[in-house]
């Protein structure tokens, strides 16, 4: 186990299905420090819209929804919890309704703007933290310590997220995964490392060797 009193900041993004969140939420335990998990906040936002019956297509109404919402995060990697103006969307964010209106939230760019203002605020206020998301390398914490490009094939990641969700429709898993991924690819760059960043490819590793494989690089950088 890698543990120091050394403040730390590690960066992890990646496509959907790769293991961030689950990754990096394990890194986070195994390193004593806080777990952000952005595309949550995202997902939160996006409900919050829906639920208002703000119009998605309308890009400044959802931008002004987005700055006035009322968001707390857990960031602690054993306590997994959401809220959005007192409502607990901890479970209802994970739900494919929200998974297929997400991007048109997250591809709006004062959206970004906002989130990754707060999502910055976050990371600063925790003295060692592992935060996760499609930008989060290369906008959110270009200066963090470790920054890592976590990758697997798209077989591997189309057969993780079939088995998370239980979901064996062919259709469902390429919309949540692969049409997602195109469409927030158009505001951020998670496919190709930038300077600086290391690529993990997982696709034939364990969970456990990812997370093993992690540890490694925080201990190295
Ligand atoms: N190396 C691995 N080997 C096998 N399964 C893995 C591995 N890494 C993660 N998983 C599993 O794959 C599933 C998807 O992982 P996870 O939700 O962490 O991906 P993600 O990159 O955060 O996706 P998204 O961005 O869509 O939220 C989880 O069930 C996780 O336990
Ligand atoms: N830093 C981030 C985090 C997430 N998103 C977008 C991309 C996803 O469609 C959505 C939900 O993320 P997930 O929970 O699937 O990781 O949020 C982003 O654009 N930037």
Redesign the pocket.
């Known amino acids: 186990m890698t543990v120091t009193d050394a403040a730390l900041v590690v960066a992890i993004d990646g496509p959907?299905g790769s293991g961030?969140?689950s990754v990096a939420k394990e890194a986070a335990r195994r390193l004593g420090a806080a777990y952000l998990d952005?595309?949550?906040m995202?997902?939160a936002v996006t409900w919050h819209c829906l639920d208002a019956g703000t119009d998605l297509d309308d890009a400044d109404a959802v931008a002004q929804a987005v700055r006035a919402a009322e968001l707390e995060i857990s960031t602690d990697p054993s306590l997994e919890r959401v809220r959005i103006h007192g409502t607990d969307v901890t479970e209802t964010i994970r739900l494919p309704f929200v998974s297929e209106a997400?991007?048109a939230v997250?591809t709006n760019l004062d959206v970004r703007e906002e989130m990754v203002r707060r999502q910055r605020a976050l990371i600063a206020a925790q003295p060692r933290i592992v935060a996760e998301?499609?930008?989060?390398t290369t906008v959110?914490a270009p200066d963090a310590k470790t920054r890592i490009l976590l990758t697997a094939s798209e077989e591997a990641r189309l057969r993780r997220r079939g088995i998370q969700l239980g979901e064996a429709d062919a259709a469902a898993l390429q919309r949540q995964v692969i049409e997602?991924d195109a469409k927030?690819s158009t505001?951020?760059n998670f496919t190709r490392a930038s300077d600086g960043v290391i690529t993990l490819d997982s696709s034939d590793l364990t969970f456990e060797q990812t997370v093993q494989a992690v540890l490694t690089l925080v201990d190295e950088g």
């Open positions: 959907s961030k969140s952005t595309g949550a995202y997902r997400v991007s997250a998301g499609r930008d989060i959110v997602r927030d505001v951020s």
